[in-house]
Nanobody, 122 residues
Framework: VQLQASGGGLVQTGDSLRVSCAASGRASSNYDMGWFRQFPGKGREFVAAITRSGFTTYYADDVKDRFTIARDNAKNTVYLQMNRLTPEDTAVYYC????????????????WGQGTLVTVSS
């Protein structure tokens, strides 16, 4: 599967933004999906995950009240709706996929997209 993230951009504090991840090569319904982010000069960290059915989601503590992960398997696309953004959310956001069945909290993913930059100005 190939993953293409899009929708990043420059927003202001308090704004909302939705980033998307389009899967190709194989139906996204075969994969659990996740979003990660990487801050400048730091490692990648988990943001949110959703099971292949879409029935179960899981979030990092610092985003769970502001971000929502969702998917549309008919469109082979996963979304991350980000609300009440702050400069601390500035990062490159990556989508990821895995075909193996794991618990939703497991941070291991097999396939990665190229990332989309989200910049939040103060």
């Amino acid at each position: 599967v190939q993953l293409q993230a899009s929708g990043g951009g420059l927003v202001q504090t308090g704004d909302s933004l939705r980033v998307s991840c389009a899967a190709s090569g194989r139906a996204s319904s075969n994969y659990d999906m996740g979003w990660f982010r990487q801050f400048p000069g730091k490692g990648r960290e988990f943001v949110a995950a959703i099971t292949r059915s879409g029935f179960t989601t899981y979030y990092a503590d610092d985003v769970k009240d502001r971000f929502t992960i969702a998917r549309d398997n008919a469109k082979n696309t996963v979304y991350l709706q980000m609300n009440r953004l702050t400069p601390e959310d500035t990062a490159v956001y990556y989508c990821a996929a895995r075909s193996r069945i794991r618990t939703i909290v497991d941070p291991l993913y097999d396939y990665w997209g190229q990332g989309t930059l989200v910049t939040v100005s103060s």
